[in-house]
């Protein structure tokens, strides 16, 4: 039944809201890449071509903004984190990720969320290419955490020991960001 689907304090939209600070990133397939650093035996900068040559992965889930509004089935299909995850030899001090974009958002998780079966990096959403302003060509997508973490137009990861504070988190809201425990602010 949907109302054992939806997290605490949430309500469901039909609708997909648009919700960000900055503005969608241009984007040229031949400028675009994706840099993976930190702590990995190999560093990656991925073009497109590269990216999109990886094995395609799809997975259907539901979306929880902090804000109130979750939508449920929506069907990504993309990159599995784990797949960028294995390609770059990530070193065994790895314990968290920060993702950013083209401009000023960033967002961390502990490897171990993103390394769940459902979190990758989509370029479509219910079988369309991924709109720019929904974060294409390529998001972040970690459905059991609020959508804040879902870092949109992504452009690259760093592997580290600690956390390190994204956009929200620096500014009050959790840095744990469990939907079901209602983990909102700090
Ligand atoms: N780069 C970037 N990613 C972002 C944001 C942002 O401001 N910039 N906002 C986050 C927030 S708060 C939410 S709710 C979701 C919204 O995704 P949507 O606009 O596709 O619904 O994107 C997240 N990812
Ligand atoms: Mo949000």
Redesign the pocket.
Known sequence: MTKERVPPGQYVTEN???????SPSEFDPEAWDFHIQGLVARPLCLSWAELKALPRTVSVSD?H???GWS?LDNRWEGVAFKALYELAQVQPEARFVTLW?H?L?S?SLPLADLLRDDVLLAYRHDGSDLAP???GPL?LVVPHR???K?????RGMRFTAEQEMG??EQRGYSNTADPWKEERYA
């Open positions: 997909f809201p648009i919700l960000h600070l900055g979306f903004c902090v804000t939508r974009d401009q958002y967002s302003e929904h974060g998001r609020y959508a804040y879902s870092v949109k137009w992504v956009f929200w």
